[in-house]
């Protein structure tokens, strides 16, 4: 089991950028397969993005292509999502995941993060 803590979410104006971390306890952290996903008010939860266990191979929802980039640092048991020129829409709870597939394609998420806030203002 591993477990996971997001930061770095908070208010950030449209055209902006924030910068994403999920810290994860345990040895395993290189066996996951992580991944973000996040949740607007009166909406579903929907995926944002996946990386591999190496970091070789990412996936991303289209909303957020060539916007978003996630990325890790399996020696710091770390995931970040560095998010750029922020829209309105971007505006969600993003949580982070792990799971123990070995695709970053059809990625659920088997452990969750608390989540944390990512609000972007006009």
């Known amino acids: 089991q591993v477990q996971l803590v997001e930061s770095g979410g908070g208010l950030v104006q449209t055209g902006g950028s924030l910068r994403l971390s999920c810290a994860a306890s345990g040895r395993a952290f290189g066996t996951y397969t992580m991944g973000w996903f996040r949740q607007a008010p009166g909406k579903e939860r929907e995926f944002v993005a996946a990386?591999?266990?190496?970091?070789?191979?990412?996936y991303y929802t289209d909303s957020v292509k060539g916007r978003f980039t996630i990325s890790r640092d399996n020696a710091k048991n770390t995931v970040y999502l560095q998010m750029n020129s922020l829209k309105s829409e971007d505006t969600a709870f993003y949580y982070c995941?792990?799971?123990?597939?070995?695709?970053?394609?059809?990625?659920?998420?088997?452990?969750w993060g608390q989540g944390t806030q990512v609000t972007v203002s006009s």
């Open positions: 990386i591999s266990r190496s970091g070789g191979s990412t």
């Open positions: 995941a792990a799971d123990h597939g070995g695709s970053v394609y059809g990625f659920r998420g088997d452990y």
